[in-house]
C-alpha cells in the first residue's frame, strides 16, 4: 500500500493514498464537487474526464476536473459553486 | 500563459488505450517519428488505466506497454486534444502548458465512453458510472465494507462487478437489462471465441455468490444529499436495495467528436473507415472503439493496421485482416446482445435533469423537436460537457442526432485557444 498524504477539502484534513486523485479525496471527505446551476450537490460520474460533474477550486483554480488530478501534500481544495 | 512546446511526428495518434498503443507501436517499430498523445496520466486508457492500488495489469497489456517503452514513441501524457488550427497540427492542453503538434499521418484512437441513461436520482452523488466507479476505485477510492449495486448494460458490469469485489466491496445485485434468452444466445455463440471464455470462466469464478438479475434495470435512485437506496425492476417487479453506491453504464458509445471535427464522415455512428483503417479524411486513420465498439482485441489488431498502413506497411496489415474480420463479428454480437430495451425510454419522469451541466428536465426536452432546437430553446447540450453524456441520452430518448462540431472539441482556456500555431507542416508523401 502507497504511503498516505493530506489534503484539505473543505478546510477538513483528508489522507489519500499517494496517487489518489482530487475526486477521491472528496469522494473520501464525502464533499459535493460542485454545486449544479438550480443548486443540486454534484459529484464524479464518468471518472475519465469527459462529464466535468467532478469540476471543483483545487488550489485556488476553480472548475478544475478533479478526477484527472493527482492529490499533491497540502493541496486546498473546495466545492466549487 | 503556460509552457508552449512544439513537436514534429511523422506519425501522431490520439489516444493511449490498446488501440492506440497497437498503432504508436507498429508505426514507431516500421521507423517512423511517432507521438502518441492522450489525456490520462500514464499510457492504458481506461481498459489497461493505472493507478495507486491497481498494479495488476493483464499479460497482454504488460506485454504492449513493455513493447511501447522500447519502441522509441514520444508519449505526450495529460494532454488533451481540443482544437486543429490547420491541416496538419493538432493543439493539446495539459495542466499548466499547451503543446502543437504537427504529422504528416494522423492515427483517432479516441476510444468510448459509457452511456448514461436518466432515472429519477442519477444525478445524486455516489450514483457513478460502472466504469467511472471502477477507474476511481483504481485511482484510490476505498471501496471495502461498501454496498454497490451494478445497474445497465454489457460486459463491462460484470467486470467492473469482479474489480469491485476484489477491492472489498460488497455487491448486493447486478442488473442486466438485457433479457436472458438473448444472453444466453451471447454465451452460446462465445465458443468461436477461446479468449473470451476464459474470460467468462474467470469472471463467474471471482463472482460467485453475487445475484445477477438478467432483465432487470434500475427505476429510481433515492437519497438526501447523496445516494441511500435504488429501486429496480427485477422479474417484472419493483424491489428497493440499500446501497452506497450505484454504479450504472448502458453499454458504450464511440468518442466521435474528434473525428467528426477533423471531417470523417460517419456511418451508423461509428466512424467510416477502409480496410486499412483509413477515414474519409486525407492522411487521418482511426483504430478502436470509434469503428464499432468490439472490445480490446479488435482494438489491437485495428491499431496495428493503422499504425502499419500509416508508414506504408500495407503487407504487414493485409496480414491482419482476417483476424480483424472474426473479432467484428463478435462486435456485431455484443450490439445484438447489449441492445437497449424500449422500457428504459419511460425511465424519466417529467422532473428528471436530463442534461446535467444545465439541468434541463425531461418535461422541457419532450417538447422540443430536434436536438439543435432543444440547444436553442432550452440549452441542452451547451454546458462544459457539450452534449457527450445527454447528446446519447436523448439520442435514445427522443431519437435525436447531433448535427455539428465545433472547435474547440474540449473546453480550453482562453490563452491556449489564443495561441498562434507555429508549425509548417512536414511535407507530404514520406509518411505513406
Redesign the interface.
Known amino acids: 500500500m502507497p504511503s498516505d498524504l493530506t489534503v484539505r477539502v473543505n478546510g477538513q484534513p483528508i489522507a489519500v493514498p499517494a496517487g489518489s486523485t482530487v475526486a477521491v479525496a472528496m469522494a473520501i471527505a464525502g464533499q459535493p464537487c460542485r454545486t449544479s446551476v438550480t443548486g443540486e450537490p454534484r459529484a464524479a460520474l464518468c471518472g475519465m474526464g469527459i462529464c466535468f460533474e467532478c469540476r471543483a477550486i483545487v488550489n485556488g483554480i476553480p472548475h478544475s476536473r478533479t478526477c484527472q488530478i493527482p492529490c499533491e501534500a497540502d493541496m486546498e481544495v473546495s466545492t466549487d459553486g | 500563459m503556460g509552457k508552449y512546446s512544439r513537436e514534429q511526428f511523422d506519425v501522431l495518434v490520439v489516444g493511449g488505450g490498446p488501440a492506440g498503443i497497437a498503432a504508436a507501436v507498429r508505426a514507431a517499430e516500421a521507423g517512423a517519428r511517432v507521438g502518441m498523445v492522450d489525456?490520462?496520466?500514464a499510457p492504458g486508457g481506461?481498459i489497461w488505466r493505472g493507478?495507486?492500488?491497481e498494479t495488476k495489469h493483464p499479460p497482454a497489456a504488460l506485454s504492449w506497454l513493455e513493447r511501447l517503452k522500447a519502441s522509441g514513441v514520444t508519449p505526450l501524457c495529460?494532454q488533451?486534444v481540443f482544437h486543429q488550427p490547420q491541416a496538419g497540427v493538432l493543439m493539446a492542453e495539459g495542466?499548466d502548458d499547451v503543446y502543437e503538434m504537427s504529422y504528416g499521418t494522423l492515427v483517432l484512437a479516441t476510444g468510448a465512453?459509457?452511456r448514461?441513461l436518466p432515472f429519477p436520482g442519477w444525478?445524486l452523488?455516489?450514483?457513478?458510472?460502472a466504469?467511472?466507479?471502477?477507474?476511481?476505485v483504481k485511482?484510490?477510492?476505498?471501496v471495502r465494507g461498501k454496498r454497490v449495486v451494478i445497474a445497465g448494460s454489457g460486459p463491462l458490469l460484470l467486470a467492473v462487478a469482479s474489480c469491485l469485489r476484489q477491492h472489498g466491496a460488497e455487491i448486493p445485485l447486478i442488473c442486466e437489462q438485457a433479457p436472458w434468452n438473448k444472453l444466453a444466445r451471447f454465451a452460446a455463440a462465445l465458443i468461436g471465441y477461446p479468449e473470451k471464455i476464459v474470460q467468462g470462466f474467470r469472471l463467474r469464478t471471482e463472482l460467485a455468490g453475487v445475484a445477477l438479475a438478467t432483465g432487470s434495470w434500475p427505476l429510481a435512485a433515492h437519497g438526501n444529499?447523496?445516494l441511500e437506496a435504488v429501486t429496480v425492476s427485477r422479474a417484472g417487479k419493483s424491489e428497493k436495495v440499500h446501497c452506497d453506491y450505484l454504479a450504472c453504464g448502458f453499454h458504450l458509445v464511440p468518442n466521435t467528436e474528434l473525428p467528426v471535427l477533423l471531417g470523417c464522415k460517419l456511418r451508423n455512428g461509428y466512424v467510416q473507415i477502409n480496410d486499412f483503417q483509413q477515414t474519409t479524411a486525407e492522411k487521418v486513420f482511426c483504430a478502436g472503439e470509434p469503428t464499432g465498439v468490439g472490445g480490446v482485441e479488435l482494438a489491437l489488431v485495428e491499431g496495428q493496421i493503422a499504425g502499419l498502413a500509416a508508414t506504408g506497411k500495407m503487407h504487414a496489415g493485409r496480414e491482419l485482416f482476417s483476424k480483424r474480420q472474426k473479432l467484428r463479428q463478435f462486435a456485431r454480437l455484443l450490439d445484438e446482445t447489449f441492445g437497449l430495451r424500449s422500457e428504459l425510454r419511460s425511465l424519466a419522469s417529467p422532473e428528471t435533469?436530463i442534461c446535467?451541466?444545465?439541468?434541463v428536465p425531461y418535461s422541457r426536452l419532450r417538447e422540443q423537436t430536434s436536438w439543435r432546437a432543444a440547444k436553442l430553446h432550452t440549452r441542452c447540450g451547451m454546458?462544459?460537457?457539450q452534449g457527450?453524456?445527454c447528446g446519447p441520452a436523448t439520442q435514445f430518448l427522443f431519437k435525436w442526432t447531433p448535427d455539428s462540431v465545433r472547435p474547440p472539441v474540449f473546453?480550453a482556456r482562453v490563452e491556449d485557444l489564443a495561441a498562434q500555431p507555429q508549425s509548417v507542416p512536414p511535407a507530404t508523401g514520406d509518411a505513406q
Not at chain 2, 139 to 142: I, K, M, N, R, V
Not at chain 2, 356 to 359: A, G, M, S, T, W
Open positions: 489525456e490520462n496520466l481506461q493507478g495507486p492500488l495529460g488533451r495542466s465512453r459509457e448514461f444525478t452523488p455516489n450514483v457513478m458510472g466504469g467511472g466507479l471502477q477507474a476511481m485511482s484510490g477510492l476505498p444529499q447523496k435533469l446535467r451541466c444545465e439541468d454546458g462544459p460537457c457527450r453524456i473546453p
